[in-house]
């Protein structure tokens, strides 16, 4: 399956972080409130000049570590048709956390979706929801069967908020998603949310896969871009384009435009 950001695009994917949506514990706005700050977002982004959006349900936390519940699927379904409608060509991704791949991919394909992030698509993570163990088999089937084969499956090597056992090998990991789990494309991340990646790392996973589409997850600032894109086919960048690089904010259309700048000199 053919990434929409293939080798050396430089693409830049910016976040669509959605707030609490009807049902997660923290959720105290409208229905109409959530989606107005969805779309303003989407069209931050849009204006300055990035090359895809990914929407994810970031203020759903505690996360549900499998199958999310049915309201979810249905709101992230209205929200993510609206910003495919408001972004014409440029692609848009879903990734339904913590690790609902099956959920992600009926978004995608009902509402014109083009890639989904799956976090953990094979072996198995410890994370703060548990074991969360990759679903590769079911999510490839899936895709068949909803005839969904035009999305593709962005997937996680060591996903951030987990840990690693003490002979993880971030190289053979990748291999093992490419080979066995059949992604489309892999992402390399920090720690955690916003944290900066190890760029070590990131340059073993791209001699791993050299020939598979690799992503940048996190942590990627106007600092450290063009040094990541040295091994890095493309980017999502979140918490930097927020208005003053906090995650809880709007996302900044100044930073945006600073960002796309940088890469496009």
């Not at 998603?177 to 791209?206: C, F, H, M, N």
Request: include cysteine; hydrophobic fraction near 45%; charged fraction near 20%.
């Amino acid at each position: 399956m053919a990434f929409p950001f293939g080798l050396g695009s430089r693409s830049i994917i910016g976040v669509v972080h959605l707030g609490p949506l009807p049902g997660s514990p923290r959720c105290h706005e409208s229905r109409d409130a959530i989606r107005q700050h969805a779309l303003g977002d989407a069209e931050a982004l849009l204006e300055g000049g990035i090359d895809g959006i990914i929407v994810e349900n970031f203020g759903d936390a505690p996360f549900l570590p499998a199958g999310v519940e049915s309201s979810t699927v249905a709101e992230m379904s209205v929200i993510v048709a609206l910003i495919v409608e408001l972004a014409k060509q440029v692609p848009v991704g879903v990734n339904v956390l913590r690790n609902d791949a099956q959920s992600a991919l009926a978004i995608a394909a009902a509402t014109g979706g083009r890639f989904i992030r799956v976090n953990v698509h094979t072996s198995a993570m410890l994370t703060d929801q548990g074991w969360i163990s990759g679903r590769a088999h079911e999510t490839l089937r899936q895709r068949k069967l909803i005839d969904a084969g035009s999305i593709s499956i962005a997937a996680d090597v060591g996903v951030k908020h987990a840990a690693r056992s003490n002979d993880y090998d971030a190289g053979n990991a990748a291999i093992e998603t490419v080979d066995r789990g059949l992604a489309d494309a892999v992402i390399v991340t920090g720690k955690s949310t916003g944290d900066p990646l190890d760029l070590d790392e990131l340059q073993q996973v791209r001699k791993a896969v050299a020939t598979t589409p690799l992503l940048a997850g996190s942590g990627v600032d106007e600092d450290n871009i063009i040094q990541t894109m040295e091994f890095a086919d493309a980017v999502i960048v979140g918490t930097s384009l927020k208005i003053d690089g906090d995650v809880e904010q709007p996302v900044d259309v100044a930073r945006v435009r600073s960002l796309v700048a940088r890469v496009r000199g």
